[in-house]
């Protein structure tokens, strides 16, 4: 199911402002390769989410090779920072090198682990938390990063929507894992929540 029609996609991202030629080609990348990524649009929202929260620091569960964190940092402060997780130490080479090239790479750390434990071992508060990760352990993570984020701190979230399979139950595991995960962080107590049906569908939810 298109949570955006193909034109209206189109669309949106012909109103992405012009990014640096690395946005380019991890873009050329994940399609050859099939990695996933977050997309321009996506990635144009977490830019003026870290601007507007006014962000400087952003813990990444999940980062694959950069994609995402490389927007963020467009959207933090010179003294921002961000922390960027995976279980691939190849990635983590891919991330380091791809944002060298925006200049930014004094401004990461990439750990390389269980995104979740990691989480949980820091020590830090933080000003927004991106999930990524695999969607099974979608629910695990609203009580982690409840306790890590800062007051009026945002937990954001990819695939909110999951290819449109969220209106169906019993779809497959993936699935039943976001529906839950919506459902409980819409009617958590600790935050307020709305999903934005960009893309895959982002989930912004600010902890109260």
């Not at 490389?70 to 933090?76: D, I, M, R």
């Not at 990760?133 to 984020?149: R, S, T």
Request: proline share 4%; net charge negative.
């Amino acid at each position: 199911m298109d949570i955006v029609t193909p034109p209206i996609g189109q669309y949106l991202e012909s109103l992405v402002p012009e990014r640096h030629d690395v946005f380019h080609a991890m873009e050329r990348e994940a399609k050859e390769t099939g990695f996933p990524h977050v997309g321009p649009q996506v990635g144009a929202l977490l830019q003026l989410l870290a601007s507007i929260s006014q962000a400087e620091n952003v813990f990444e569960l999940g980062s694959g090779f950069g994609y995402s964190a490389a927007w963020f940092l467009c959207g933090l402060p010179e003294q921002g920072r961000v922390v960027l997780t995976d279980l691939s130490a190849e990635n983590r080479s891919k991330a380091i090198t791809n944002i060298s090239r925006i200049g930014r790479e004094y401004s990461i750390d990439f750990l390389v682990g269980d995104a979740l434990e990691l989480l949980k071992n820091s020590t830090e508060s933080w000003d927004i938390i991106f999930n990524d990760i695999d969607k099974k352990d979608y629910p695990k993570v609203i009580d982690v990063a409840e306790g890590k984020l800062k007051s009026g701190g945002l937990l954001v979230t990819d695939n909110a929507l999951w290819y449109g399979n969220v209106v169906e139950k019993g779809v497959d595991a993936a699935t039943d894992a976001v529906r839950e995960y919506n459902q409980h962080l819409a009617n958590h107590p600790g935050f307020d929540m709305t999903i934005i049906p960009l893309r895959d569908g982002v989930s912004v939810a600010r902890k109260r």
